[in-house]
């Protein structure tokens, strides 16, 4: 083991763009690939400033996965929900509100809700599976690929399948001429991955430097044709899970992160130097700042109930008193789930749903006679909420 951490190698390579490419991408023949190290054996060495915000971010996550413990379907549920939306918007994939509520279940929405969707259901399938296993095995993060990936218009062939092409972040459509960063060739993939895995398992290292460092060399390697910063960023949160920090939650780290991507892809750039100790520092202190910022969540989510008790002012017994605490579990629903957690008909349910609109509790998010469906707004937008809150408090400068 070593107390250094190796800056990333290169090798240059032949390139030919491929269709019809303007003259810079035809005139484009060599590419310098980055060449990530073996990292399985290294030994990380913290600063103090580090070890410091590494304490404080393993407190701030685990009493936040005990704060949510009172109501844990809905709280897990949330929190899962805001890491998956966030690390959306990263990778530029939004929707609105009433689109993303209709793709929850299951109604006609745009490619993105349905991306932000799958993004939650890849998650919390990585988390389960290291919770499950008390490992990180490849063969988890290809299934969490293949469902985020299945379905996309372009990508869905390569869902749930290491790359076998070379891969690029920015430049060009047809090449990677003046590309950010150049992952290594395919061939390399399957072996810095095993190496990866192996360091993922480690229990040597204090848990929230072993998920920055993990992110960060996923990022490096780029093992899918797409998909990458979604997976690589839930690994973040399947590590806590494995290494037992969080049992019920997600900490919404990429809550963080979205409020300052640049400061994010900086410090990841920078860790291709061998810079390692910013990006674990930066980790951690989002990791801290979510924490703090989802408490004050989960407080806004617990009064939810008996405001909207207030607003509705149920008959006692009905089927609108037993719906509302139901909510915060299921923010957006369809009839007949609405009538299960009631215990009435679903023919009977229209009337409580219709008065829980009209009392501004619930809207219909789907509006056909056919495929309706309601949301709990309130709930929905306290994701808004917990990234403006995150947002104010970004930091601005990195190490």
């Not at 009839?335 to 509790?361: I, N, P």
């Amino acid at each position: 083991m070593t107390d250094s951490w190796p800056a990333h190698g290169s090798k240059t390579m032949l390139w030919k763009s491929s269709g019809r490419p303007p003259r810079e991408d035809r005139e484009f023949t060599e590419v310098v690939a980055s060449l990530p190290p073996r990292i399985s054996d290294l030994w990380y060495s913290p600063s103090r400033e580090t070890i410091v915000a590494l304490e404080e971010a393993a407190v701030a996550v685990a009493s936040l996965d005990v704060t949510a413990s009172t109501r844990m379907a809905a709280i897990s549920g949330f929190l899962l929900r805001s890491e998956a939306v966030s690390s959306s918007k990263i990778e530029h994939v939004n929707a609105n509100r009433e689109d993303y509520a209709r793709a929850m279940v299951g109604l006609k929405a745009s490619d993105n809700a349905r991306s932000m969707v799958a993004a939650a259901d890849a998650v919390q399938a990585m988390i389960n599976a290291a919770g499950h296993t008390g490992e990180i095995l490849l063969k988890d993060l290809l299934a969490a690929h293949h469902t985020l990936m299945k379905d996309d218009p372009v990508d869905g062939p390569n869902a749930g399948k290491v790359r076998d092409v070379q891969n690029w972040i920015g430049g060009s459509d047809y090449s990677p001429r003046g590309a950010l960063h150049v992952p290594p060739p395919p061939e390399l993939v399957p072996d810095l991955m095993a190496d990866l895995m192996v360091f993922c398992n480690r229990k040597d290292i204090p848990i929230m430097a072993q998920a920055a460092i993990a992110h960060a060399q996923f990022e490096s390697i780029h093992p899918f044709t797409d998909g990458n910063g979604r997976i690589g960023r839930a690994l973040i949160g399947a590590i806590s899970r494995r290494r037992g920090l969080t049992k019920n939650t997600v900490t919404p780290i990429a809550s963080a992160m979205v409020a300052n991507v640049d400061m994010y892809f900086s410090l990841i750039n920078n860790y291709r130097t061998g810079d390692v100790d910013p990006f674990v520092l930066y980790l951690a202190q989002s990791a801290l700042h979510a924490s703090d910022a989802a408490r004050e969540s989960v407080s806004a989510l617990d009064a939810l109930p008996a405001q909207w008790v207030e607003m509705a002012k149920p008959r006692k017994g009905s089927a609108d008193e037993k719906i509302i605490p139901w909510l915060l579990e299921r923010p957006v629903f369809v009839a007949h789930s609405a009538a299960y957690a009631a215990g009435v008909a679903e023919k009977s349910v229209y009337g409580a749903l219709e008065r829980l609109t009209e009392a501004g509790v619930i809207s219909l998010v789907g509006t056909s006679q056919r495929h309706r469906a309601w949301a709990a707004t309130e709930v929905l937008d306290e994701v808004d909420r917990l990234n403006k809150r995150l947002a104010e408090n970004a930091p601005t400068a990195a190490k």
